[in-house]
Antibody
């Protein structure tokens, strides 16, 4: 059974960098899958941030492209999100998910990141 | 990119059926058979209930079905149960530039 777990700071200062890690168990991230990050601001809908393939190739939502990077560490079976120059608008629950073919299953439980001084 | 359009809310009585629409464009919903649907209970992570247009993952009730006509996809939930009360999101691939787009979500109330 595949399981994903997000981790990282719950509070980031404005203009800082949001960094999260998604630990994957039950399968190897080196398998043929994309792995994605999705976020959900409080009380709002879902927003796809980007994805990384097992080869290291990544795609990003154009809305974030200049601020975001996704990487993977195959030795730790995890992938990571970095979002730079954050503002209060980046406050959200951040989810990681396996992305077999532009659908997401399973999802991590999510982690709330607040941007505040 | 613009989000897919969903009604903000729908409601239905136990035992009845409801349908949630998800409208995109000819560049996304209309072009690709890659609409997926997610159920999200408050405080929980989304759960995949439909993928690749109309396919149900293992373990998802057959009461959930989906279809597409032109640029609009639809999710139908039959024989409504109290536990179906949740928010539902549609999602699709939108091509290499926009990649993945979500709908704004529809809150289902079971009366």
């Amino acid at each position: 059974q595949v399981h994903l777990q997000e981790s990282g700071p719950g509070l980031v200062k404005p203009s800082g960098t949001l960094s999260l890690t998604c630990a994957v168990s039950g399968t190897s991230i080196s398998n043929s899958n994309w792995w994605s990050w999705v976020r959900q601001p409080p009380g709002k809908g879902l927003e796809w941030i980007g994805q990384i393939y097992h080869t290291g190739s990544a795609n990003y939502n154009p809305s974030f492209k200049s601020r975001v990077s996704i990487s993977m560490d195959k030795s730790k079976n995890q992938f990571s999100l970095n979002l730079r120059s954050v503002t209060a608008a980046d406050t959200a629950v951040y989810y990681c998910a396996r992305d077999p073919a532009n659908w997401f299953d399973p999802w991590g439980q999510g982690t709330l990141v607040s941007v505040s001084s | 990119q613009s989000a897919l359009t969903q009604p903000a809310s729908v409601s239905g009585s136990p035992g009845n059926s409801i349908t949630i629409s998800c409208t995109g464009t000819s560049a996304d919903v209309g072009r690709y058979n890659l609409v997926s649907w997610y159920q999200q209970h408050p405080g929980k992570a989304p759960r995949l209930i439909i993928y690749e247009g109309s396919r149900r993952p293992s373990g998802v009730s057959s009461r959930f079905s989906a279809s597409k006509s032109g640029n609009t996809a639809s999710l139908t939930i039959s024989e409504l149960q109290a536990d179906d009360e949740a928010e539902y999101f549609c999602c699709t691939y939108g091509g290499t530039t926009v990649n993945t787009i979500f709908g704004g979500g529809t809150k289902l109330t079971v009366l």
